[in-house]
């Protein structure tokens, strides 16, 4: 199957709000919700504005928008009456994953902080690329003066407008410990850089070791918890090492994790399969396009090799798992055995506010790379199995390498054309 263009599956996700691939907002709140600046706290407006440009669910469960944005504008809100309007909002239109968060509450997403540096930019429709939420007081950004609106011109000395949300989060995460950007005040004023170091907040979330299986092989055991913004860094590490140490195979265990950061699942399937086809993704508009992984690029090679590949996965394991186990299944990469998934086939962008808080909202659904939806259904295994470990505890955690280390459980890079199950006509 011919690959349609990247560029197409980067439009497509910038249309559904580039946050949800990149986790913290690529995406703020329309302009044109700022451009009047009406009286009191405008928060309210930008969540309105956008829920009416971006949710999913094109019927907002009964909600008349137009009508709610038109009493917004002529409402002078305080900071509270804003949040307290922003809430009510949200919870009529009976999305269980759609919530506003106060600047408190948005602050602990940091761990989801792909870029490292606490800055989250807004790809505008003109191509310019600006700061579109506040940035944490405690972040090099605040303290550099960075401000919600700035214009961002270049990213590491590359011009900035015209990238993509992948690009600017490409550039930023290159190799080293700061990242370099030109600003354009948006009080006005002549241009300047600022450099700001990267600071990651959360935990590894990849544990991981050696167990020996059937007729002495090496089994590379590893357990991924969640899918934060060091997840595709700490996989790619520990699988590295594993094989450095002699494994000749693969256990991926994403039972009882819940998801994260989308991009991780993107990037972390990229270490598997050579910019594999990963998922499907449908806009608000109804706009239906395939997205890609990244990685490895440049013809590096694949973090996880040829080795023999074997996934665990339970009604626990939801959202960003299920994409990373139905791709590697669907591209015929990995035997997935345990029981059908959770379910959870809606993205939710972050988009900045305003105060410093966000909203997040569901916009976009997402099906497999064989077309399968997720959402309600979830992923089926290829085998149903009942871990001893879901029995007696984690402790047999090896027993269940043992037992599942033939090689009829694992499978290894399909050869080019051999797999029929990845991609649509």
């Known amino acids: 199957m011919t690959k349609p263009p990247f560029a197409h599956a980067v439009a497509a996700a910038a249309r559904v709000a580039a946050a949800s691939l990149l986790c913290l907002s690529l995406a703020g709140p329309p302009r044109a919700s700022l451009a009047a600046e009406p009286r009191g706290s405008p928060v309210a407006r930008e969540v309105a504005a956008l829920v009416d440009k971006y949710f999913l669910d094109r019927s907002f469960n009964g909600v008349d928008l137009k009508a709610t944005l038109t009493r917004l504008e002529a409402s002078d809100l305080t900071e509270q009456q804003a949040l307290d309007e922003s809430t009510r909002l949200v919870s009529s239109l009976g999305d269980r994953y759609t919530r506003v968060l106060a600047p408190e509450q948005a602050f602990k997403l940091g761990k989801y902080d792909v870029t490292g540096v606490g800055i989250n930019l807004v790809i505008a429709d003109s191509g310019a690329v600006t700061v579109g939420a506040v940035p944490p007081a405690d972040s090099d950004a605040a303290k550099l003066g960075v401000t919600f609106g700035d214009v961002v011109t270049a990213i590491n000395g590359r011009a900035a407008e015209g990238m993509t949300s992948f690009d600017a989060l490409e550039a930023i995460q ?116 395939p997205l890609y992984s990244r990685e490895p690029g440049g013809g590096a090679p694949l973090a996880g090799g040829g080795l023999p590949l074997q996934i665990w996965v339970d009604a626990r394991t939801a959202s960003s798992a299920e994409v990373l186990a139905a791709a590697l299944k669907d591209n015929c990469r990995a035997q997935v055995l345990g029981g059908t998934t959770y379910g959870k086939g809606v993205i939710q962008g972050v988009f900045g506010l305003s105060d410093g808080g966000a909203l997040v909202e569901t916009v976009a ?43 009829s459980h694992f499978r290894e890079v399909p050869a080019r054309g051999m797999c029929a199950t990845a991609g649509r006509s």
């Open 365 to 407: 659904s997402y099906a497999t790379p064989s077309g399968e939806e997720i959402n309600l259904k979830g992923v089926k295994p290829d085998e149903d199995h009942i871990f001893i470990s879901d029995v007696l505890g984690s402790s047999y955690v090896d027993a269940d390498v043992k037992a599942l280390s033939k090689a």
């Open 174 to 289: 290159s190799d080293g410990d700061s990242v370099s950007l030109t600003l354009k005040p948006a009080a006005g004023g002549p241009s300047r850089e600022v450099v700001l170091k990267k600071a990651f907040q959360q935990r590894n979330p990849v544990t991981y070791h050696l167990v020996e299986g059937e007729g002495g092989l090496r089994v590379g055991y590893v357990k991924l918890n969640e899918f934060n913004a060091q997840c595709k860094r700490a996989m790619r590490e520990a699988l590295a090492d594993m094989q450095l140490r002699g494994a000749t195979r693969v256990i991926l265990d994403l039972r009882g994790n819940g998801g994260g950061v989308l991009d991780g699942a993107l990037g972390i399937a990229g270490l598997f399969l050579d910019k594999p086809l990963v998922l499907y993704v449908t806009d608000a508009n109804h706009a239906q396009q």
